[in-house]
């Protein structure tokens, strides 16, 4: 059951919605999560899923899940299968029916037609080694490819026939025509759609050009009519590239340009103010009179610089007014360019925002925002290499309970509420977001020791002899299955004449501040009677086979007055337990960033080479008899052992099996 409470608050995405909400900007929110369907979901993916699912949740609005299925080749319907059922069984629900960026594809096709007669996009036959020449570096410009200044006519017809398949695979692309000499590579020239003959799980062989995922994602966004576009960091300096094609494929194309360059010379002058926080703006002045040499140091060459700036930025909102494009906003932008002093107004934010609710109201689009991507300490998620754990056979499946994945995670016996508290105690900034796995394991635990009902297990068995208990005899209590919540009932707790405890609980030579059995010593039966060692039974080679212990019959259940023993331990009869199967699993890599660690050559180690070989143990244990009888999926704390569940794919009642979910504590440090 969702409740608002359950998702990280006061962040700063939050604050972005509310402020949209409450000026009028949206009367509702509309966000999507949008994987590729070309592997499972990890870690990161909840995150995130919370994240997008949560707003629209708390805000009541909506949000989509949309699969953005734009690299056939690596896509299939079992990945999108299991992507939705993971987003439901963490709890959520998509506004209407799932959606895919192939639907699109129509759409997308005709604004790229629409780019090429605008003089925006063109057919290079530039090699994929060619173009990373031409590209340039980050410190040196890119050059232009002696393809860019083709024909409309010409470029239309060459994209109409790599649509009609008449050119071979990666012969051809279609690229954006934008600044070959941007200081963002991804501004340089683009590729948006390239040829590429492969089956596409939903459209089939209807088409062999693909379009590119910065292409797509942006424009699926507006088809959406998503407010809020959520991404990861990586995607910050993609951000130019989704406002450039919404803002080309409008019909209002040539004006939101316009605005867009005033905008980012705004961002230029805060930036070379030292302003980087885009929150602020502490330069008191206004910042379109040019400042006297008094205002800043007399060495600081970025004076005329600043200068230069705002006399284009004035110029040009001039001009826009000249040319009654934004009459409906001719205060606004006299203010804007007023040469006066406004000591008290943050100006060049305040022409920022200005300037952005006119784009707004001109062509109304998705606005993009980056928060961090999730880094959990001793595991991966990058999906490729999830992937090599697969195919390499390191794990059973992207279902293995020691994997990331939202499935794998599901089947050790993480539970959605669990997985959901994690996300929230991770939280959401642009912040590096590195969290060590004992967050995510202290989440489930917190969750499951309230949810999950108690049951007896014994894992490694040492037999006792209740001595002077009746051979043949059974006796029963019933033991609450939660000290803390009678509705999860009762069970019936048998005792017979033979019993298993834990050899762990048994010392010959006990240490220090040891309270469980020793040799003439007492100890409590969970649930049962106070037993006194009476005799160790040794085989030939000095080892302990069992135990020959008595019963103190007034204690069943009871603590008879004066009667003080310390020590409580967990037992099963032998008689009656059930035989079950126990894989104890740990953590899957001995390191903490297990592909980021370097040789003495400086390269980078193979990330297998740190996978723990004790990450699971597989053992025959015994537990008390309702264990026969679980389902599958059932998650129980075994008492002072752990929070177990019943596999989802292995368990029967004929051969119950049990994977461990987390230990009661943390035991990883003392390792």
């Not at 052992?641 to 943390?666: E, M």
Request: charged share 30%; aromatic share 10%; proline share 5%.
């Amino acid at each position: 059951m969702l409740n608002k409470d359950q998702f990280a608050d006061n962040h700063f995405i939050r604050t972005i919605i509310e402020e949209d909400l409450k000026s009028g900007k949206h009367t509702a929110i509309q966000t999507r999560f949008p994987p590729e369907p070309n592997g499972y979901l990890h870690i990161g993916h909840a995150k995130s899923i919370c994240l997008n699912f949560g707003l629209a949740y708390i805000y009541d609005g909506l949000c989509n899940l949309r699969f953005d299925d734009t690299n056939p080749e690596k896509e299939n319907d079992e990945y999108v299968n299991a992507i939705k059922e993971d987003v439901e069984w963490l709890g959520f629900h998509w506004a209407g029916e799932p959606r895919f960026a192939s639907n699109y594809f129509d759409q997308l096709y005709d604004y790229a037609v629409g780019l090429i007669k605008d003089g925006k996009a063109y057919v290079d036959d530039l090699t994929p080694e060619e173009m990373r020449e031409y590209r340039g570096t980050l410190t040196e410009a890119g050059k232009n490819s002696p393809y860019r200044d083709r024909t409309e006519e010409e470029n239309l017809d060459l994209f109409t026939r790599m649509k009609n398949g008449e050119f071979p695979d990666g012969s051809k692309t279609l690229r954006l025509k934008i600044d070959m000499a941007s200081g963002n590579i991804n501004m340089r020239d683009p590729v948006i759609y390239r040829i590429r003959r492969a089956h596409h799980h939903n459209t089939g062989d209807k088409w062999c050009i693909y379009p590119m995922y910065d292409y797509t994602h942006c424009i699926s966004d507006a088809i959406e009519g998503i407010t809020h576009s959520l991404c990861t960091l990586e995607f910050e300096a993609h951000r130019p590239l989704y406002d450039w094609v919404l803002n080309n494929i409008s019909k209002n194309a040539n004006l939101l340009n316009r605005i867009d360059i005033i905008i980012n010379d705004l961002y230029k002058i805060k930036k070379l103010t030292n302003q980087d926080n885009e929150m602020s703006y502490s330069y008191n002045a206004h910042p379109f009179v040019k400042p006297s040499e008094q205002e800043f140091d007399k060495s600081n060459k970025r004076v005329d610089e600043i200068w230069k700036l705002e006399e284009g930025v004035i110029k040009s909102i001039k001009d826009l007014s000249r040319e009654n494009l934004l009459h409906s906003w001719k205060e606004e932008l006299e203010a804007i360019t007023a040469p006066y002093q406004l000591s008290s107004v943050p100006v060049v934010d305040f022409s920022i925002q200005i300037l952005k609710e006119i784009v707004d109201v001109i062509d109304p689009r998705p606005r993009q925002y980056e928060f961090s991507r999730l880094e959990l300490l001793y595991s991966i998620t990058s999906k490729r290499k999830l992937n090599q754990l697969v195919l390499d056979g390191h794990v059973a499946g992207w279902d293995d309970p020691r994997m990331p994945t939202i499935s794998g995670m599901r089947r050790r016996g993480y539970t959605p509420e669990g997985l959901r508290l994690f996300a929230k105690r991770a939280g959401i900034s642009k912040s590096e977001n590195i969290v060590d796995m004992s967050v995510l394991e202290g989440a489930i635990r917190e969750e499951l020791e309230n949810s999950a009902p108690r049951l007896m297990a014994v894992l490694n068995p040492l037999k006792v002899t209740l001595t002077n208990f009746e051979a043949g005899k059974t006796q029963s209590r019933r033991a609450a299955f939660h000290p803390n919540h009678e509705e999860m009932g009762d069970r019936e707790v048998p005792v017979s004449q033979t019993i298993y405890i834990e050899a762990d609980d048994f010392a010959e030579n006990p240490p220090k501040g040891f309270k469980r059995l020793i040799p003439g010593g007492e100890v409590r039966l969970r649930h049962g009677y106070v037993i006194k060692c009476d005799e160790v039974v040794k085989d030939e080679a000095g080892n302990v086979v069992e135990l020959k212990c008595s019963i103190d019959h007034d204690t069943l259940g009871k603590n008879p007055e004066g009667r003080k023993v310390k020590g409580v331990i967990h037992w099963v009869s032998a008689e009656h337990a059930a035989e079950i199967k126990v894989r104890l699993y740990d953590r899957l890599f001995t390191v903490e960033r297990p592909d980021a660690v370097r040789g003495e050559d400086g390269n980078y180690l193979p990330f297998t080479d740190f996978l723990n070989p004790e990450s699971i143990k597989e053992i025959t244990a015994y537990a008390e008899p309702v264990a026969k009888d679980l389902p599958v999926e059932s998650r129980w704390q075994f008492e002072r052992i752990g929070y177990f569940v019943t596999d989802r794919k292995d368990h029967s009642k004929d051969t119950p099996v049990f994977n461990r979910t987390v230990t009661l504590k943390d035991s990883w440090q003392a390792k």
